[in-house]
């Protein structure tokens, strides 16, 4: 399994839809993790973030509190799909996805717990659950990366959109199948409309080489196998550090303006309902957006920005203050059920 663990097999997420259908340091008792409490207890974490990244902050509250955890990874659909099926009997006390919409659909299954008011505080409320039943943790933003041999700063296109004209027929790649080219979808149709959303993903399909997943398709990139391709802003990073500065012979565009090109999507966790260690749980998800643990995502190899306690990326990324999104709630990024279908529609699932 990738190291970013994103929430690669949409197919996943579409059994999760379809069964949503059918069912129709040492001190204090810190709450975010700043100190060690007496009386370890012990919690079941199902995540589809970053392992890397993941991995050191389950190591840190730990260390901090006592509490053990059962880290389970894998994508982001297949957990969520996995909570659907196991129902109250799940051993998840707490899950933790990459984007929004596995979250969404098991908040509208009624399957997660309120999040406490101090953990929501932590993060801007436009980030968080507008019902309060997950909390944001960390944001990434959507790019194209280029060739730089094979394409010049001043011929790259001014908005998403135009990825489906004659000119960049060939020349562009993405992978449809990845949950995050889900909310480009969904951003597209809100912003456009839902026969802009369809037109232009047949315009991308008749114009663009189709990859399984994200990190190949930022290797093709990089050795110029594809002019562009649609991803999120980390994988090139991620590329860069496992190739070197000298090897990366790609850059990353950013759209500006609020177009649907420039979206910014989260990552949150939330606690189950039916967590037999509620109390833990809560913890764990206060110690995510606590400063030690959003300390950890500012300088991790996920190269994603850090959302809670006031802490900024420590990593050479385009500041966060200068991106240029479209102001979508994530409640009209909703469940990404729209965008599954819209892919199906023009044959690209």
Request: hydrophobic share 40%.
């Amino acid at each position: 399994m990738s190291s970013s663990s994103g929430g690669r097999v949409v197919a996943g997420l579409c059994a999760v839809v379809g069964a949503v259908a059918l069912v129709s340091g040492c001190g204090g008792a810190s709450a975010g993790g700043d100190a060690t409490t007496a009386g370890a207890g012990s919690i079941t974490v199902y995540s589809g973030q970053h392992e890397q990244t993941m991995s050191r902050l389950v190591a840190d509250f730990e260390r901090r509190t006592g509490v053990h955890v059962d880290l389970r990874s894998n994508d982001e659909a297949s957990l969520a799909n996995q909570i659907l099926r196991e129902g109250s009997a799940s051993p998840a006390d707490v899950f933790v996805a990459e984007n929004p919409p596995a979250l969404t659909v098991l908040e509208q299954q009624g399957l997660l717990a309120p999040v406490a008011s101090a953990t929501l505080a932590k993060v801007p409320t436009r980030f968080n659950a507008p019902r309060g039943d997950w909390v944001a943790l960390s944001a990434r933003s959507a790019v194209l990366a280029y060739a730089t041999k094979q394409v010049k700063a001043s011929q790259l296109p001014a908005s998403l959109l135009d990825l489906a004209g004659p000119a960049w027929k060939g020349r562009v790649g993405f992978a449809p199948t990845e949950t995050d080219f889900q909310p480009l979808i969904t951003a597209v149709s809100i912003l456009d409309g839902k026969a802009a959303a369809l037109r232009w993903l047949q315009g991308l399909k008749d114009n663009a080489k189709v990859y399984d997943d994200n990190e190949a398709l930022i290797a093709a990139v990089n050795r110029g196998e594809v002019a562009t391709g649609l991803v999120d802003h980390y994988y090139w990073y991620r590329l860069r550090d496992e190739v070197g500065a000298s090897k990366t012979v790609s850059a990353l565009h950013y759209f500006g303006g609020g177009d649907p090109g420039a979206l910014v999507d989260v990552s949150g966790a939330a606690v189950l309902k039916s967590s037999a260690h509620a109390a833990d749980a809560q913890r764990f998800l206060a110690y995510l957006v606590s400063r030690p643990a959003q300390e950890i995502v500012a300088t991790s190899e996920s190269y994603e920005y850090p959302l809670g306690s006031g802490v900024t990326t420590r990593r050479p990324l385009k500041p966060f203050s200068q991106l240029q999104p479209p102001q979508l709630t994530v409640e009209q990024l909703g469940d990404g059920r729209d965008a599954l279908q819209d892919l199906q529609q023009v044959g690209l699932l």
